[in-house]
């Protein structure tokens, strides 16, 4: 079994956009949620892909980051998609898209945002206890469920399925896309919770969940 710890993130953002986090504040949140997730005693249980898809060479990867992600001889795919700066779901739509081939080398994806902080591993022993699509149900702001993603694990194929059909509209959340279709199209499960943290920088505040 060939499992990709696939890690997403998007290094520089709008400055205009008061929904992220920006700069230095910004970098030290994906230097904390990388060398957490390094502390994972399983590493060697899958491959690690690490993405960002807002590099061109004005704006490189940060130095820091370059050399923590080196030191676990992870694989970097960095481009410059453009889809995030209009909706953040599409540009990770599309990074998925873009690294189709190197998904495909594998049997099961884990998708993780490294700008969370992990508080444990029990997701990834979870999986590892029983690998199968593996989601955390929510209710979103609209009272509708979805699918967090920024931690779930998936079938290649289930994922590339996805990608090869679907698509995000200006204002659409990738959270209810994934769920809406998923729910019928493949058997998962469901993990109560994540036991991560991520930053709401709308509300200046970080959620546990």
Same mark, same amino acid.
């Given at each position: 079994?060939?499992?990709?710890?696939?890690? #997403?993130?998007?290094? #520089?953002?709008?400055?205009?956009?008061?929904?992220?986090? #920006?700069?230095?504040?910004r970098i030290q949140q994906y230097l904390d949620g990388f060398s957490k997730f390094f502390?994972? %005693?399983?590493?060697?249980?899958?491959?690690?892909?690490?993405? /960002?898809?807002?590099?061109?060479? /004005?704006? %490189?990867?940060?130095?820091?980051?370059?050399?923590?992600?080196?030191?676990?001889?992870?694989?970097?795919?960095?481009? /410059?998609?453009? #889809?995030?700066?209009?909706?953040?779901?599409?540009g990770v739509l599309e990074q998925w898209r873009y690294c189709r081939d190197i998904i495909l080398e594998y049997d099961?994806?884990? %998708?993780?945002?490294?700008?969370?902080?992990?508080?444990?591993?029990?997701?990834?022993?979870s999986f590892f206890e029983a690998p199968r699509n593996l989601f955390h149900q929510d209710t979103g702001h609209a009272g509708a469920p979805c699918f967090w993603t920024g931690l779930f694990a998936a079938s290649s194929g289930v994922l590339i399925d996805f990608v090869?059909?679907?698509?995000?509209?200006?204002?659409?959340?990738?959270?209810y896309v994934v769920?809406?279709?998923?729910? /019928?199209?493949c058997e998962f499960d469901t993990i109560e919770k994540l036991n991560l943290a991520w930053n709401d920088a709308a509300q200046n505040k970080w959620e546990e969940m």
């Open positions: 079994m060939k499992t990709l710890a696939y890690l #997403h993130i998007s290094q #520089h953002t709008d400055a205009n956009n008061r929904t992220v986090t #920006h700069g230095e504040e502390e994972y %005693p399983g590493l060697q249980k899958f491959d690690i892909l690490v993405t /960002d898809n807002t590099i061109t060479e /004005d704006c %490189p990867l940060d130095k820091r980051l370059q050399d923590l992600i080196s030191s676990y001889k992870c694989r970097t795919v960095l481009c /410059d998609n453009n #889809h995030g700066k209009q909706n953040k779901g599409a099961w994806i884990i %998708p993780f945002e490294p700008r969370q902080l992990l508080l444990n591993f029990d997701f990834f022993d090869d059909n679907s698509s995000l509209g200006a204002t659409q959340s990738i959270e769920y809406d279709y998923i729910k /019928d199209r």
